[in-house]
């Protein structure tokens, strides 16, 4: 297998990781972290692909992962600024530096424990460097070895984010299927 990890500038690619098998349906098409709440509850059916259309046009909304020009995975990175990571209550700001943040890892089923995780980290790292991010966050659970739910899984381990280098920065308010979020960072300086 070989992996490579590039910019999303395909909608039909994003679409296959982060949209419904059924256009109309409502699903997240991973726009809960970076959209207004407001706007992303009111947002349904072919509405949410639009709106990604609409991101897509303003600059890939994070990276996909390739096996042998299949598209099998996705992780969004953004500037946290535009994300809503920038006020939220839950998950606080180490500082004032404008950070890149992670908060989505896909991988698509028939995929998964073959390192995808760890090649889609990596490309979000490098396409955050090469736009200029200062550092990455993530906010993954601090699962501590224990199984994740798979539905609940996207924010990633803190294992994962330690095996890119990335050191813990802060604990949090946030809980995901009982597990404390962390604060995990990069320095790209």
């Not at 979000?124 to 899984?153: H, S, W």
């Amino acid at each position: 297998m070989t992996i490579s990890v590039r910019p999303a500038t395909d909608f039909d690619d994003i679409a296959t990781l982060v949209g419904p098998k059924k256009p109309g349906s409502n699903v997240c098409w991973c726009l809960s972290y970076r959209i207004p709440a407001k706007e992303n509850l009111a947002l349904s059916g072919t509405a949410r692909a639009e709106r990604v259309r609409g991101l897509l046009r303003e600059g890939p909304p994070g990276v996909l992962a390739y096996d042998d020009g299949n598209v099998v995975g996705w992780a969004a990175v953004h500037p946290r600024a535009d994300t809503s990571f920038a006020t939220s209550r839950k998950i606080p700001h180490v500082d004032d530096l404008d950070v890149w943040s992670v908060w989505c890892i896909r991988v698509r089923p028939g995929h998964r424990g073959s390192g995808i995780s760890h090649a889609l980290l990596a490309g979000a790292i490098d396409f955050a460097r090469e736009c200029g991010a200062p550092a990455v966050e993530g906010y993954p659970v601090d699962n501590r070895g224990q199984k994740v739910d798979l539905t609940m899984a996207y924010v990633g381990t803190r294992s994962l984010f330690e095996k890119a280098g990335f050191h813990l920065a802060a604990p949090t308010e946030s809980v995901l299927n009982g597990f404390p979020r962390v604060i995990m960072r990069l320095d790209l300086r």
